[in-house]
């Protein structure tokens, strides 16, 4: 099998597993319990989050477990939102988002909000000018994703960042789930940012919302204190645990197989642009796991099947949207065509992906594009 | 080109005359250890500046740990060259342009080795010309300027910077000699072992624990506090006192308004022998004059009749709301305000008496004989100790972070 959809989800590292397992088994206790099982249970709860913390290069209090990507994005827009509707009521966003931001926006129109929701180039890119035009008197809240999921386009966060530092009441939101691991991304420069564990070889259900120091929110779950009530509900400690370590192995390989990853990325980005159906969807600067094309008058759902068969799996866009109509939103606001946009398909790589495997892809690909010409060409 | 150093400058210690040494080697050695897991650097001292060669280390993480380090006046991102124009003038350039928001900039040139040849006024006038002509958008202002570039022509080179940034100031610990802290758990007495060690105080701490009527969590809080203090202070023992029978004696014999005054003398006469035996020649309290009823004039003066110890008290004159403000910026709020009773806390009678005096305090005392239940507490006290680089429970976890 050749794993190519890893920005849908990741192959957990087996010692992720490991951690799972004995947390699970060993340290069952409630972090809120009062005795001294529940205490070792807190204490590691504590550790896993300074230990988050440095590898974040943030301060402890800062990070807040969730149970994933669409529970920080909402928690960051939805909870800035409410908390500072006395500010202003006007949201800054792009048109390209995950549509964990897309529809929280969305839904806080239905509640009064005004979003203003940024155009992008034909690489996918938002311009820094634009986010600047577009803040007013009574704007709380920027949002904008590092890495687009998938493009794998990267946004001008530091020079927004920049920007938004000028309007001390505003804040800075920045959905890092495809960066993490792959592109280095300044925390100080930002006041939050989603981070998500099963993207990085950990497991579903765990996440992190970096909040930075004296930022409230209005919580989504409301109930105990834990996570100094930004979140309540019991920690799910196993996959905090599993997660720390999956960011911990994760930045270890970032440091010493980003190489191999950006020489993959290359390999795979040339081969598919020298398929003559293909048009080349991801910009040549972009973040190094990512690669997205267009098959014009191909159904990415065939294609997908058919190198499905041969045991390849890749993905049409993004999981989260792929259940929408057959168009990707965002190659349309790239300004492609409707033909384009809706024969979109997406290699994701990890660390662990050989060239070999990038080898057979590209073959097995040319092979299946050759068949079905016979047919849909 | 780039900062290749850090130049430290000394704090108060500077005014020190023969013993200076002792003090520079103490503060070099407190860098040291803070520093312990950068391999590639090295640290050179004299007796007016220590430099940290990078060797291509960041200097930015490197900065942020030595934030923490007393004795350390300020710091400057330095550059050294040889003591020649040309690579003066490059350096100076590099310097203004790494500046963070920068327009306008000022020379100040220090010829402290006459040897060189131009003088410092002649040498801002051939530094500042090089770079007005080389650089665009930067102007000169004397009196307020964005940054002041510094350049000092000594024996060994010259060495360019620019920003100063602030350090701890205070003096190294380990240079004033070693105090006893009083460690409860609240948010005061870290904040008062902090502002000891500020003055170059070593500590030790000694903390009263009452099992079953404080948990675990309550010691386990002290403990992470402790910790927490080793960023300061580097290394840090805990003498964790069983103080339950010792308590339940004073509930029992003393009534009820002076069983506090009782127990906080008997907690000096406790910690008295810890000293005594460790050769520690102070205590330090977190006591703010006037906060609880321990610490009023008169509960102050009946309980410290049991000692001559000096007992230093950073916080006496101190607001609680500047304590807050202390121990949060030194990262120790957050532990202290997890909600664990500790041993002051639990036997606290409901009306304890804020105006105590000697005589009566004495009167009470007199029936009850504390000697062989404090000689078996002082017998059963253990000690931990913790150092900055490794704590017990990153090793506990570590196989599964």
Redesign the interface.
Known sequence: MIYFDNSATTKPYPEVLKSFQQVSERYYGNPSSIHAFGSEAERLLQQSKKQASQLLGVQSDEIVFTSGGTEGNNLAVKGIALQHQNRGKHIITTSVEHPSVLEACRSLESLGFEVTYLSVNEHGRVSVEDVQKAIRENTILISVMHVNNELGTIQPIEEIAMVARQYPKLYFHVDHVQGLGKTGLDLSLIDLCTMSSHKIHGLKGTGILYVKRNTSLFPLLHGGSQEASYRAGTENLPGIVAMVKAIRMTKENQKNNMQHLKELHHYLREKISEIDEVVMNTPSESAPHIVNFSVPGYKPEVVIHALGEEGIFISTKSACSSKHADESAVLTACGHSHERSSAGLRVSITYDNTKEEGARFIHVLRNVLTELKEVMG | MHYDHILIRYGEMSLKGKNLKHFVAKLYENVRAKLHDYENIKIKRNRNRMYILLNGEEPQPILERCKDVFGIQSFSLAIKVENEEEQMKKAVQYALTHAKNTKTFKISTRRVDKDFPIDSQAMNRVLGGHVLSNTEGYKVDVHDPDVEINVEIRKDGTYITSEKILGAGGLPVGTTGKSLLLLSGGIDSPVAGYLSMKRGVEIEAIHFHSPPYT???AK?KVL?LAKQLTRYGHKIKVHIVPFTKLQQTIHREIPEGYGMTVMRRVMLQVSERVAEERGILSFTTGESLGQVASQTMESMNTINEVTNYPIIRPLVSMDKLEIIDISKRI?MY?ISIRP?EDCCTVFVPSAPKTRPTREKVLQYEERVDFTDEIAETVAGIETVEFEEKHTQ??DE?S???
Do not use: G, I, Y
Request: charged share 55%.
């Open positions: 948990s675990e969590r386990q992470d990262d957050d664990f429970e990153e976890f196989d599964l972070l």
